[in-house]
């Protein structure tokens, strides 16, 4: 949602396993979805995004699955390496009532050398 | 990366002074945007632009007003600097408005402390 808490939720991953990171989106109209990287100190940064007629993206070491039924997105890092630290969040892209972009609080990853 | 310059990166200001933002993009998007970051709020949108002189307010405008003279200009003033608008300020921009394929890109962060 757009309010969370105080503390992102963490996932912490030993080096050279796959990550895999949820988000959960608001509205069923939406129909477009991205995922972004944040590190420290630096603006949020795209990775990928799908459609909603689309269930599943791959891109390099990155799968973004999504399952409109329960209104789920997740994002598959794989073979997560220490640079892939940073936070992760979600953004949906609303179609009706106007223009808007809701993005997620995040989660904070982790990778373990 | 997307061609999106912010400056300052940093400012430190007195509570009542006017700040100003600037942004600049070299994608010749259509559409920009001025976000603020705090912890627990995620991003939230103060003003966006569709056009030159076409401008409207985001959820949290209050005490921000913006201007864009040029396509490539986005100017994100806060006439009088409050403690509460200690924050990180991205400006964004798309080449389209809204739906499929409205890929939102970031600049690298403006961090204003107001004291």
């Known amino acids: 949602g757009e309010n969370v808490g105080l503390h992102l939720p963490t996932l912490s991953v030993q080096e050279g396993d796959n990550s895999i990171i949820n988000c959960a989106y608001s509205?069923?109209?939406?129909?477009?979805f991205i995922w972004y990287k944040q590190e420290s100190g630096k603006g949020p940064q795209f990775i990928i995004d799908?459609?909603?007629?689309?269930d599943k993206r791959q891109g390099q070491r990155v799968t973004v699955l999504l399952n409109k039924t329960v209104k789920h997105l997740s994002l598959q890092i794989a073979a997560t390496q220490p640079g892939d630290s940073a936070v992760y969040f979600c953004?949906?892209?609303?179609?009706?009532?106007?223009?808007?972009?809701?993005f997620g609080a995040g989660t904070r990853l982790f990778v373990k050398a | 990366d997307a061609g999106i310059t912010q400056s300052p990166r940093h400012k430190v200001t007195e509570t009542g002074t006017p700040v100003t933002l600037r942004c600049h993009q070299t994608?010749?998007?259509?559409?920009m945007y001025w976000y603020r970051q705090d912890p627990g709020h995620g991003l939230r949108l103060i003003h966006y632009?569709?056009?030159?002189?076409?401008?409207d307010k985001g959820e949290v405008s209050d005490g921000y007003s913006v201007s864009r003279s040029k396509t490539e200009d986005f100017l994100l003033t806060l006439e009088s600097a409050t403690s509460s608008q200690t924050s990180v300020y991205f400006c964004?921009?798309?080449?389209?408005?809204?739906?499929?394929?409205?890929?939102?890109?970031f600049g690298e962060g403006s961090w204003l402390t107001v004291v």
């Open positions: 964004a921009i798309s080449e389209y408005g809204r739906g499929s394929g409205n890929t939102i890109y």
């Open positions: 509205n069923s109209a939406s129909d477009y």
């Open positions: 799908i459609r909603s007629n689309m």
């Open positions: 953004a949906e892209n609303i179609v009706t009532g106007g223009f808007k972009t809701i």
């Open positions: 994608e010749n998007h259509r559409y």
């Open positions: 632009s569709y056009g030159v002189k076409d401008t």
